[in-house]
């Protein structure tokens, strides 16, 4: 569950006018495209979502807590058990197996680590043979499914996917975009996936929409999506 009201944010650099966003109510096991494009602020709102950063204004509450009211271990911890996050940059540790990538997670969250569990993880997105293997040995495809098991690990209620098919092709697009339905069904998560890609649009028409697009944004030039 997602629900926002009043929701702004201010960049500490740039002088640029506070973003505003429209108010969202999104059910839990919801989904929500994410639509805007660059510059429009798509990657700062799943960023709030996500306790990665701090809202300027308005009211925040996603899975049932009210953000804002967090700080340092508290929040990384209710993030690591409650937020799923498929990032563009897929961020696996290169000196690390696929196996231990996804054992960060527990650390993370404060919990004893769970080889059956990354073992049923990687499995659920069709990687399970490759889990001794490093990321250098991965394909975009491969690395990307390791990074969605990593994201589902202890069975999020929210599942955020920033641009997970920007780079491929039409074929594998589709793929990742039924892995991603299908991994948020299992674990009954709200999913929100961020887009410029028309395909997505057409794939989940009938999703919840949040056009950043339609609000006066500041156009960025320094990363933020």
């Given amino acids: 569950m997602i629900r926002t009201r009043g929701l702004s944010y201010t960049y500490a650099t740039g002088g640029c006018a506070p973003l505003r966003f429209p108010?969202?109510?999104?059910h839990q096991g919801g989904t929500l495209l994410l639509r805007g494009r660059s510059?429009?602020?798509k990657s700062t709102w799943l960023a709030l979502m996500a306790g990665l950063r701090g809202a300027s204004g308005g009211d925040l509450f996603v899975a049932g807590t009210q953000?804002?009211?967090?700080?340092?271990?508290?929040?990384?911890?209710?993030r690591a058990r409650t937020i799923g996050f498929l990032p563009q940059k897929l961020y696996l540790?290169?000196?690390?197996?696929v196996d231990d990538n996804l054992a960060l997670?527990?650390?993370?969250?404060?919990?004893?680590?769970?080889?059956?569990a990354i073992q049923q993880a990687l499995a659920q997105v069709g990687v399970a043979e490759l889990a001794a293997r490093k990321p250098h040995q991965l394909s975009g495809g491969?690395?990307?499914?390791?990074?969605?098991?990593?994201?589902v690990l202890l069975a999020p209620q929210v599942l955020l996917a920033d641009e997970p098919t920007a780079s491929l092709d039409d074929e594998a697009a589709a793929d990742a975009l039924a892995l991603l339905q299908q991994s948020a069904a299992a674990c009954d998560a709200s999913?929100?996936?961020?887009t410029h890609d028309q395909r997505v649009v057409q794939a989940l028409g009938g999703a919840q929409t949040l056009d950043l697009n339609e609000i006066a944004a500041p156009r960025a030039t320094d990363g933020h999506g």
Avoid: K
């Fill in 23 to 26: 108010d969202v109510d999104l």
């Fill in 39 to 41: 510059g429009t602020g």
């Fill in 67 to 78: 953000l804002g009211t967090q700080r340092g271990p508290e929040i990384d911890a209710w």
């Fill in 93 to 97: 540790s290169s000196a690390l197996t």
């Fill in 105 to 116: 997670v527990f650390f993370a969250a404060g919990l004893p680590r769970d080889g059956a």
């Fill in 142 to 151: 491969q690395a990307q499914r390791v990074a969605l098991a990593r994201a």
């Fill in 191 to 194: 999913l929100i996936i961020a």
